[in-house]
């Protein structure tokens, strides 16, 4: 099995560093007893300047720019570990279209247990919200294997953190939008 294409081929969003050594893993922060409804306002000014469909493209291409520096961070991380064999068996079908199974990497500990990295990726700071869908369930149904991979500062000295099930211990969670299905 050769290397995924990702260890090869460039993107066009691309994270600096403030050290040589990539990207920094760090703890999640503290969870704050802020309410977020006092962001609204400002965040509505900030959305009403730009084009959605712009936006849009933007948001596609860092999350994919994230996902593809926490892919390569977690090969190296494994060979460094000593498990190339481990590094090679890495997955990501988020890269292949494949959206709908709750994560977008699939990574290993050093040990062998099995990760499944569900990437969220920001240019701003560590508490800058972000969405859920399936993940939710997915992080349910996985606790000992799932995080969320939350890469923030990611054009500005990029860093990132896990965020472990329940999501709901380490995630203030406001329910945004309901499926509606006539009975």
Known sequence: MGLHPIL???VSVKPRFTSAEG???????????????DRQPVLRRLLG??????RDDFNRSLGRAG????????YDRLCQAGRRDLAKEMDWPA?????DKGYDI???EPDGEESLLETKT??????????????YEVAAQNPSTYRIRRVFHFENGAEMF???PPLDAGLLLIPDKYVAVPR
């Open 8 to 10: 090869t081929d460039p």
């Open 23 to 37: 990207p920094a893993l760090v703890p999640p922060p503290a969870l704050l007893n802020s309410d977020p409804q």
């Open 49 to 54: 300047k730009y084009d959605p469909a712009a």
């Open 67 to 74: 996902e593809e520096m926490v892919f390569k961070f977690e």
């Open 95 to 99: 890269d292949r279209g494949e959206d």
């Open 106 to 108: 699939r990574s290993f």
């Open 122 to 135: 920001t240019n701003g700071h560590a508490r800058t919200r972000f969405w859920l869908s399936r993940q």
């Open 162 to 164: 896990d965020i472990k």
